[in-house]
T-cell receptor
Framework: DADVTQTPRNRITKTGKRIMLECSQT?????MYWYRQDPGLGLRLIYY???????NKGEISDGYSVSRQAQAKFSLSLESAIPNQTALYFC????????????FGPGTRLTVL | GDSVTQMEGPVTLSEEAFLTINCTYT??????LFWYVQYPGEGLQLLLK?????DKGSNKGFEATYRKETTSFHLEKGSVQVSDSAVYFC???????????FGSGTRLQVQP
């Protein structure tokens, strides 16, 4: 079984709809991250969390919110989706003593029409 | 802030050719450096890493050396295979957020 899972894997929605992307991990890591990948731009940080009570904005948090329901779960929400939020979204985790290495989920491809 | 610059692709090579993908960075202090690989339709996998100056990371025939004096972490492989076709990302981790800053990615296409 995968250590970091994301649901759904693909989603097509319409402008203005609320969308939630979910991430779960079995690695026991405290740190979790949400990134967005756009062609030619690499991955950019949306939000990150060091534990259940610690949520922080990344470089491109506008239009997004997150919830850390438990150590193992970190959800990303788009309250009112817009077309320029069409992208590939990745969840990642990291733990102590990893030298900063992060472990990525398989990604969610989101299309906003 | 921190930044990573890597060569634009796509890079197209014949099987068994030598590969270099250039990566330079700007950061405060001496961050850990990484190369991640993304195969078609998949998430990112760590390919190799280096945590301090002059460290050489290696894996699956790929190598990269942490060069503090040139702030570089170039990826090399002596003989590429078709199965190496993927997108390669250079990245660094900042010491505060422990979040990754990525380059824009380089697509490698290896032809038989």
């Amino acid at each position: 079984d995968a250590d970091v899972t994301q649901t759904p894997r693909n989603r097509i929605t319409k402008t203005g709809k609320r969308i939630m992307l979910e991430c779960s991990q079995t690695k026991g890591h405290d740190r979790m991250y949400w990134y967005r990948q756009d062609p030619g731009l690499g991955l950019r940080l949306i939000y990150y969390s060091f534990d259940v009570k610690d949520i922080n904005k990344g470089e491109i948090s506008d239009g997004y919110s997150v919830s850390r329901q438990a150590q193992a779960k970190f959800s990303l929400s788009l309250e009112s989706a817009i077309p320029n939020q069409t992208a590939l979204y990745f969840c990642a985790t990291s733990g102590p003593g990893q030298g900063g290495e992060q472990f990525f989920g398989p990604g969610t491809r989101l299309t906003v029409l | 802030g921190d930044s990573v610059t890597q060569m634009e692709g796509p890079v197209t090579l014949s099987e068994e050719a030598f590969l270099t993908i250039n990566c330079t960075y700007t950061a405060t202090g001496y961050p850990s450096l990484f190369w991640y690989v993304q195969y078609p339709g998949e998430g990112l996998q760590l390919l190799l890493k280096a945590t301090k100056a002059d460290d050489k990371g290696s894996n699956k025939g790929f190598e990269a050396t942490y060069r503090k004096e040139t702030t570089s972490f170039h990826l090399e492989k002596g003989s590429v295979q078709v199965s190496d076709s993927a997108v390669y990302f250079c990245a660094l981790v900042d010491t505060g957020r422990r979040a990754l800053t990525f380059g824009s990615g380089t697509r490698l296409q290896v032809q038989p």
